[in-house]
Structures are given as structure tokens and as C-alpha cells.
Nanobody, 127 residues
Framework: QVLLVESGGGLVQAGGSLRLSCAASGRTFNTYVMGWFRQAPGKEREFVAGIRWIGYSVLYTESVKGRYTISGDNAKSTVYLQMNSLKPEDTAVYFC????????????????????WGQGTQVTVSS
């Protein structure tokens, strides 16, 4: 059993910052890619950022480039999302996700690519 637990969400004013954390617990496992998704009310879950430990490759959705930074520690199966210059449209529940085995980087942005999910943490940005 693998459990992903997110933390760090909250309420912040537009222009502010938050740092999300996601830690894996349970049986020992290696992650190939870890990512962050978000889901706003009435909208589909969307990819935000991902990190592949091999080569430390990162990928961001266009709307967060230059504002968000994904980082982490492969040995600890921990991933972070530093969010700066937050906007009201960033308001959503943010989910951490992990995939164990190799997969094409073209699929990082698909929720079905990931094996494990956290329960989500709410991020609310007020205007």
C-alpha cells in the first residue's frame, strides 16, 4: 500500500506564495515520475507540473510557467511545488501523483499515466 500525503495548501491573496509538499509513505517503492494536478470546481482535473528523476527533467503547463517550480527528493519520494505570483484562477484542489514504472514523457500530462494519488489540498487565492 502506497500513500501520498499533500500539505501546504491554504488561503492567500493574489500575488502571494505557497509551497505544497507531497510525501509518500507505506511500502518502499521507487517513483519514475511525480506530478501535480489541480481541479477547480466544475472543471476537469488538469496537469500542473511533473518531475522525472532520471535527468531531473521537469515539465509545466503553460499557465504556470515562470511562477511555479517543482522540485523534490527521489530518495524520499517527496515532491514540492513552489507557487509564486498566485492568481485567483489558480484556486483549486491540488493533487500529488506518482508513477512507478517507465512511461513516455508524452503522457505526463495525462491523469491515467499515474499509479498513485494523494487526497488533495485546497489552494484558495483571493483577489
Amino acid at each position: 500500500q502506497v500513500l501520498l500525503v499533500e500539505s501546504g495548501g491554504g488561503l492567500v491573496q493574489a500575488g502571494g506564495s505557497l509551497r505544497l509538499s507531497c510525501a509518500a509513505s507505506g511500502r518502499t517503492f521507487n517513483t519514475y515520475v511525480m506530478g501535480w494536478f489541480r481541479q477547480a470546481p466544475g472543471k476537469e482535473r488538469e496537469f500542473v507540473a511533473g518531475i522525472r528523476w532520471i535527468g531531473y527533467s521537469v515539465l509545466y503547463t503553460e499557465s504556470v510557467k515562470g511562477r511555479y517550480t517543482i522540485s523534490g527528493d527521489n530518495a524520499k519520494s517527496t515532491v514540492y511545488l513552489q507557487m509564486n505570483s498566485l492568481k485567483p484562477e489558480d484556486t483549486a484542489v491540488y493533487f500529488c501523483a506518482a508513477r512507478e514504472k517507465w512511461g513516455s514523457s508524452s503522457r505526463w500530462q495525462s491523469a491515467s499515466f499515474y499509479d498513485y494519488w494523494g487526497q488533495g489540498t485546497q489552494v484558495t487565492v483571493s483577489s
